[in-house]
């Protein structure tokens, strides 16, 4: 019986292969149109998600030899900054005015039923501002449909006053990055806002790039958006380098367009350790 290494190799080199794509004579022993599809999906379908940091670096060892990272692509909430303070206390205290009841509690429970649930008004949570989107979710929180108070809540989130650096030191790193010829995006789920709020954050020059989900018509996990910043940087996805904090959304969906992931928070807990593990001294 095959030991655990080996089957892991094995597989390895399953997925290898696939990701490498058929070769010519297959190609031409099957042309048909039923094999043409299964050979320009290559590694975007293997579902390489499961695969711990580790055992994703052996694979794509496998298919690509030496690891570049010519690119970093850095998700945005969660990542590169967070909330300065918990949303359903700022909700609750806007709300005070416009006579929203809840308790902050009760706010979170609501706000993360309403958050997941299915979006069906259109086929992206974020069109544009995001704004049908935000009403859903700021009217289902609270139960307050005032107009009024969902702008006043809605302009508060555009302001460096919603949101804190993660990282106090990013702006170093990702200078020293970009002098070692590492190209920088912004990968995100966001609406128009955050350009603006990158603006705010005074870190919006930090990066060569800026992917917003509402501006490509795509929404991670979907790799289309990964495969966007990688055409705007001018970069192979397995050039690519992607940090982010949810698993689903950002490891799986950098995995499926091809690039590499690791999950903030886990796999690294700063941009300084990001940078050394790509062989950039800061």
Request: glycine letters at 8%; charged letters at 25%; one cysteine or more.
């Amino acid at each position: 019986m095959a030991t655990s290494t080996s089957l892991k190799r094995t597989l390895f080199r399953v997925f290898a292969d696939a990701a490498r794509g058929p070769s010519s004579t297959f190609r031409r022993a099957h042309s048909s149109a039923a094999a043409a599809p299964a050979a320009e999906e290559g590694p975007r379908r293997l579902g390489l998600g499961w695969l711990g940091t580790k055992d994703y670096d052996e694979y794509r060892r496998e298919v690509y030899g030496e690891i570049t990272h010519r690119a970093l692509f850095v998700d945005a909430v969660g990542t590169l900054f967070v909330p300065s303070q918990p949303t359903a206390q700022i909700y609750r205290k806007i709300g005070e005015k416009y006579g929203v009841q809840y308790s902050e509690d009760e706010i979170l429970y609501r706000y993360r039923w309403a958050y997941g649930q299915p979006w069906g008004r259109s086929r992206l949570r974020y069109v544009d501002d995001g704004r049908p989107f935000w009403q859903y979710i700021v009217s289902s929180s609270t139960g307050c449909s005032d107009s009024q108070y969902f702008e006043e809540l809605y302009q508060y989130y555009a302001t460096d006053k919603a949101w804190h650096l993660c990282d106090p030191n990013a702006g170093k790193v990702f200078k020293a990055l970009r002098k070692a010829g590492v190209k920088l995006a912004v990968v995100s789920n966001f609406d128009t806002r955050l350009r603006p709020v990158l603006q705010a954050l005074k870190c919006d020059d930090w990066f060569d790039a800026m992917v917003v989900s509402a501006e490509v018509a795509a929404e991670k996990p979907n790799p289309t958006i990964f495969l966007k910043a990688c055409e705007l940087l001018g970069v192979k996805p397995e050039d690519a380098l992607h940090v982010g904090d949810d698993r689903r959304n950002d490891i799986w969906g950098a995995r499926d367009a091809g690039c590499d992931a690791w999950l903030w928070g886990s796999d690294v807990h700063s941009f300084k350790e990001v940078a050394q593990r790509i062989g950039v001294q800061v």
